[in-house]
């Protein structure tokens, strides 16, 4: 019995002494922690989360439906969706990280407070939706949704939703992609080559396929190039935001406080990726005014003599001189 009391005794000391060395450890790691988030810049922007969305209201449901669509497009919409099927199997998300709330990942932080926007692409004012559409015919290289659809208004509301804070008109600190530094050279598809054996092919494969999940509906990598990734049209077949994504968001997994690829390596396997086979979209109505074509838009004709080939790899700085002109 006495035996007994004196174990309890002795477990119950182990337990108390455990406890508040656990709780030294923690408030070491959080001081530790704080100390290298105090050296770091996190003013950006950075989304609300899912769990954060209303329950059980109406509205609520319908932002639940949006973050879906743009977290698992391709279970509704791509080749096997169960809505339609008229994108290429990509998501969304693919691209627009962590279904849009990651700083440099593509968020969605401006659009609300930004559109709808004149821009230079279609000579037009563009609302949300047509924004939207946009991305679903070039990046998903496939078809407009109806802008009367439940699918199109969950997705509105969802973008709505998730930037309703930021002050009308405002564009806030890591949204969208960062452009880097222009390189003094061209950026070099055979170093760029090297670099994605490295870096990516372990996952986006050496055909750039990328590779399917177990539902064989939906992405577990997705493609980089070939019949199911994006156009020649959309945003990403420019060199500058290419290599901004990749620089902040890949290998999978890193964000922009530690990118692990070099400015050099990002612009040159951007090239790599770029100078690949890829579906292609009629852009002939595209950039109506010859002289507002980004200078790493690769289609003529031009408003000033650099070759398509420069305006695809550049060197950028010479034409970007000249532009200011
Ligand atoms: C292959 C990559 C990719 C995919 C997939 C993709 N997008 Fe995009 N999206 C882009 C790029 C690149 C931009 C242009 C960003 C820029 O110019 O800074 C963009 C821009 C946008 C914008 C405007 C952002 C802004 O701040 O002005 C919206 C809204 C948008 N996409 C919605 C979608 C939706 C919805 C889907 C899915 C149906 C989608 N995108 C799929 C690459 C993609
Ligand atoms: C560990 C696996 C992994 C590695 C390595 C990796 N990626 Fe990715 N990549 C992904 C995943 C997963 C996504 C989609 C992210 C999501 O849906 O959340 C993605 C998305 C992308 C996208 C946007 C979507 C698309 O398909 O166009 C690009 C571009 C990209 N990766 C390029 C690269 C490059 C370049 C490298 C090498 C520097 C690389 N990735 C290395 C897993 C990886």
Redesign the pocket.
């Known amino acids: 019995m006495r035996r007994n009391i004196f174990y309890s005794l002795f477990f119950i000391a182990t337990l108390v002494s455990a406890y508040y060395s656990f709780r030294r450890n923690s408030k070491e790691q959080e001081t530790a922690m704080l100390a290298r988030i105090e050296g770091m810049d996190t003013s950006a922007w950075v989304g609300s989360s899912l769990y954060q969305i209303p329950v059980e209201t109406e509205n609520g449901n319908l932002i639940r439906y949006g973050y879906e669509l ?1 977290a698992h ?1 391709s279970k509704y919409l791509g080749p096997k969706g169960t809505v339609q099927q008229t ?1 290429n199997g ?3 998300q ?3 990280l962590e279904a849009g709330t990651k700083p440099w990942g ?1 968020n ?1 932080g ?2 609300y407070s ?1 559109y709808p926007r004149f821009r230079e692409r279609s000579g037009s004012l563009e609302t ?1 939706y047509k ?2 559409n ?3 015919e070039r ?2 290289n496939g078809k407009a949704l109806d802008t009367n659809s439940k699918e199109m208004k969950a ?1 509105y509301a969802y ?1 709505k939703w998730l930037g309703d804070e930021v002050p009308k008109g405002e564009k806030v600190k890591g ?3 960062e452009i880097l530094p222009y390189l003094k050279t061209a950026a070099s598809i055979t170093e760029g080559k090297i670099s994605y054996v490295q870096n990516c092919q372990s996952c986006h494969l050496s055909n750039g396929e990328g590779v399917m999940d177990s539902t064989g509906n939906m992405y577990l990598y997705p493609p980089l190039w070939g019949k199911h990734s ?1 156009n020649d049209a ?3 077949f420019q060199l500058s ?1 290419l290599a901004g ?1 990749i620089k902040n968001n890949m290998p999978n997994g890193i964000n922009y406080h530690a990118p692990s690829l070099s400015i050099q390596d990002a612009w040159n396997i951007a090239a790599y990726i770029n100078a690949q086979p890829r579906p292609s979209k009629d852009k002939s109505k595209d950039w109506p005014l010859l002289a507002t074509k980004p200078v790493d838009y690769p289609f003529g004709p031009y408003a000033d003599n650099f070759s398509e080939q420069q305006h695809k790899f550049g060197p950028f700085e010479p034409i970007a001189l000249a532009k200011k002109k």
């Open positions: 743009i497009t994108t990509m998501n969304c693919n691209c627009h593509l969605y401006s659009v930004t949300i924004r939207v946009d991305c679903m990046s998903l997705i973008i949204s969208g992609i994006y959309a945003g990403l935001k994504f």
